[in-house]
């Protein structure tokens, strides 16, 4: 665990702020690519002094906004068709219930729960939701969910255990 953390820290400090960007961009696309990957250790980073807590968070949710607005523009511009050819009838339905009852306040509650994170700008992008509305709402979620992990990284710093314990129980939070 030890080497691939290095490998994390070593790769996330070399590319920088972009780089935080492009894999945040990849998280909340389609692509499975965890958040907690990249801010924890980018968070650490700060705490050692080598990037800037508050522009880690930043590039963090643009990137995570500029992912959602990929997923929102496929769904608008290709329709159901086009994802039902990447995902499965049943997820493509899970989360048109889960957006259809919880309205377009879904896409910032969303933000906030693993599974559903990376994918619900695209019932948003079906359903037309209004392009300001889901910037906003989408960039509240995000900003949560980065500030979050980016602060357990600077707060919790090397203990590598104290990360997975309070990893593991602000996810059963967020859940609940």
């Known amino acids: 665990m030890h080497e691939i953390i290095n490998y994390l820290l070593n790769s996330i ?3 920088g702020y972009i780089g935080i960007f492009l894999l945040m961009f990849l998280e909340s696309s389609f692509f499975p690519f965890p958040s907690e990957v990249v801010m924890i250790p980018a968070g650490y980073l700060a705490y050692k002094g080598d990037m800037d807590l508050s522009l880690v968070i930043l590039s ?4 995570s906004l500029a992912g959602a607005w990929f997923n929102y523009i496929l769904a608008h511009k ?3 068709k086009f994802l039902l050819k990447i995902f499965n009838e049943k997820k493509v339905k899970k989360l048109d219930d889960f957006f259809e009852k919880h309205g377009h306040i879904s896409t910032f509650t969303g933000r906030l ?12 992008g079906l359903a037309k939701m ?3 509305k889901f910037t906003i709402y989408t960039t509240f979620g995000t900003l949560i969910w980065v500030s979050i992990l980016a602060l357990l990284g600077y707060f919790i710093g090397e203990n590598q255990k104290l990360i997975h ?3 593991k129980e602000i996810t059963i939070i967020v859940f609940i």
Do not use: E, H, T
């Not at 729960?113 to 948003?124: K, T, W």
């Open 165 to 167: 314990q309070y990893l």
């Open 78 to 80: 290709f329709g159901r």
């Open 130 to 132: 209004d392009k300001l």
């Open 113 to 124: 729960l693993p599974g559903i994170r990376q994918y619900i700008s695209f019932p948003a």
């Open 60 to 63: 963090g949710v643009i990137g």
């Open 13 to 15: 400090g070399n590319l």
